[in-house]
């Protein structure tokens, strides 16, 4: 299907190692599509769903301890260990390769090798980078078809010489102390074995996505983000975008897909859903930060999702989905905790056993019929509120870029930082409080610095670095903000509702971009006037809201010294630029 050199000497290389029966080159076609899941459907590696309730939707389970990104087992393998920087786990390229490919070696004696030609970005475009992945798995085919742009075309435009990241997957055995997630950013790279779970094995996403693409960022003078990418339009028609960072479990999705709430109806406000969960964004001619989301698909977490919290996500998923782990009915739906009823009288749940409602486990715990990360993959153009521009090589221009995380007592709803500098200091200190639903201690921070922790591929000191030199590049930099959707009063009860209710807070920063309305000016940043935030047919009491913006001197006191030892461990690599920040926010909170 190729002739490029290196791409055919490469697959033969790998294939050579790996020992596959048989390897076909994947071309992107509906009867190659049919003919896969057919055959996986016949080994039981894909179920398939009820075709009259759920058209072209099938269902697969992960093994029971392959259910979620393992970043312990996750590499940032470059030659020195100071190029990976504090916060990734590091191996040598030589280790990594060695201790990889003894797993790797005849482990797909037996099995299919794929070989996916795939574009991150529209095929074609100067955003877009093109890999290929190596897979014994048809759940990975199907999976990067809707998360990606696969097949022929992406081969043609890699012609005979294009450069393209080398991706190798394997399902080896599953065994939990063989799997490894390697990236190798200086020679584009990516190896992952020993796991079926889709963070880890489509390597489009979080691997090239972002930490292969981070790295290649850094060189070639753009930004690979953690960020969802939304349009609002205005009644007038005319549509601005904003990209927003939050770590996992905050809410991206629900954000990107938003519904204006009742209050707002009358004005008419529409939104544009450009992608959830990653942006590649570049300095364009005019001198503006443009963005591309280069996935074509969303991979959701389903419990929680309902028809309540994301009615957008729920109309996506209704056909040509891919189900993992979560409760299969009788009569062969699907079904999750927190989604929508009625609740099934029976079912097969994520681990294969038989379900009923109620049941407890040996510690008196109700079993889960899905698991808590179980999910959905499906193409965003099935999205309702799906943007027109998805496949516009030069992706929409950004306003603003929103920071967030949950801090149950110490960020105010929104604030604005002062300038680009200051709003990366906001990005680097980000922090997120761990909820009931994640592993660790409740209510302990964990710093997540643009929601990029798990997923920047070289030192993030030079990441911020990165960030600082960049907005110097800026004719009209985005406007930086900080938002917190999550505060809660004295006892414990959330002060914000949230999810659709976030407009009128988006409406706030779009009006701050465009020089509409004043602010506040505190020493964090400025925050809202609250008559300028519209609160109409949203019942609010008066202290909700002045708890809402309350900027706590003796809490962010004690947030600057957890930030100061976070920030201790980059040493000397870490920017001055960050600590005179730190310094003039002391200075400010203490002169207050
Ligand atoms: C995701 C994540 O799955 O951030 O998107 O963990
Ligand atoms: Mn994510």
Redesign the pocket.
Known sequence: MTKHKELQLWVKKMANMCQPDKIVWIDGSEEEKQRLEQEAFATGELIELNQEKLPGCVYHRTAINDVARTEHLTYICTKTKKEAGPTNNWMSPREAYKKAGDIFKGSMKGRTMYVIPFSMGPVGSEFSKIGIELTDSIYVVLNMRIMTRIGRSVLEVLRTDGEFTKCLHGKADLDEKKRLILHFPQDNTIWSVGSGYGGNVLLGK?CLSLRIASYLAKEEGWFAE?MLIMGIEEPNGHIEYIAAAFP?ACG?TNLAMLIPPEGLKSKGYRIWTVGD??AWMRIDSDGSLWAINPETGFFGVAPGTNSKTNPNAMATIKKNTIYTNVLLTPEKTVWWEDGDGPIPQEGIDWTGKPWKPGMLDKEGKPVLGANSNSRFTAPIKQCPTASFRIDQHHGVPISAILFGGRRAHLAPLVYESFNWQHGVFVGATMASERTAAQYGKQGEVRRDPM?MLPFCGYNMAKYFAHWLKLGKKMVKPPKIFHVNWFRRDENENMLWPGFGENLRILEWILDRCNNKVDAVKTPIGYIPDPKDIDMTGLELPASSVEKLFFVNKDNWIKELQSQKEFLKIFGKDLPQELLSEWQALKNRLEKS
């Open positions: 979080k953690h996992s991206k969960d990653i929601a």
